[in-house]
């Protein structure tokens, strides 16, 4: 079989889970649709992978979620959905660009008031957060530049509470992360990260492959202890 075969079946597959279990959504259509109009790269969650993250927040109740990387808002969508009323979620964006689209499909989506988006470094926000006290956080979604993954989950674990869920996307790579002479710094990256969290005396950790219309990649899962 090949792989040209292979991201087909899992394609049909994603298709018809997604025909079966996702109501039509105007609003994440509008979404995807601007954000390529603005030109950003389609990167963002597969619509799955976005109820997903939803239901894991919901999962753990979460009021306040985290988000490194928001792109054009896609995945913030989702995770803002599984919000009370009164719940917050602050999401970190590098450029204007993508973080003015973002704003748009937020507001679109009725998150203008509980959804904040911050432009800037992530890193230089993350510590700004801790300045502010802002956490803890319930939830955090790392999905950013995975060369800076390691920091990014010492700056959450700071954020977080005993039960924090903390997710990181692409950790799999189409099986890159295995490649331990890797010089791609998003794999030296990731594996660092992974290393990390196997390690931290506060982190209870797995992993999740995934395949489907984003080919083959994964999520890591690590919940904080007390
Ligand atoms: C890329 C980034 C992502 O977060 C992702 O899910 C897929 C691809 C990228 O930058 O290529
Ligand atoms: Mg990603």
Not at 93 to 106: D, F, K, M, Y
């Amino acid at each position: 079989m090949t792989e040209a075969h292979d991201h087909k079946v899992w394609s049909a597959v994603d298709e018809y889970f997604s025909t079966q279990l996702l109501p039509a959504d105007p609003i994440l259509d509008a979404a995807l649709r601007d954000s390529e109009k603005a030109g950003l790269p389609p990167v963002q969650v597969s619509p799955l992978q976005g109820r997903l993250l939803q239901l894991l927040a919901g999962v753990r109740g979460a009021q306040r979620i985290l988000e490194i990387g928001t792109l054009g808002g896609y995945s913030t969508i989702f995770l803002a959905r599984a919000l009370p009323p009164e719940g917050r979620l602050i999401t970190l964006e590098l450029s204007p660009v993508n973080a003015a689209v973002a704003r748009t499909n937020l507001a679109r989506a009725g998150f203008a008031a509980n959804v904040e988006v911050r432009v800037g470094q992530a890193l230089h926000s993350l510590a700004a957060l801790e300045q502010e006290r802002a956490g803890p956080f319930d939830v955090v979604f790392i999905d950013a530049d995975k060369p800076n993954n390691p920091a990014y989950l010492e700056a959450s674990v700071r954020l977080a509470r005993p039960g924090t869920l903390i997710i990181a996307d692409n950790v799999v790579r189409s099986g890159a992360v295995t490649h331990a002479g890797s010089n791609n710094p998003s794999v030296v990256g990731i594996r660092r990260f992974c290393e990390i969290v196997g390690h931290h005396p506060r982190l209870s950790a797995t992993a999740l492959q995934t395949v489907g219309i984003k080919g083959h990649d994964g999520f890591l899962l690590a919940v904080v202890q007390g």
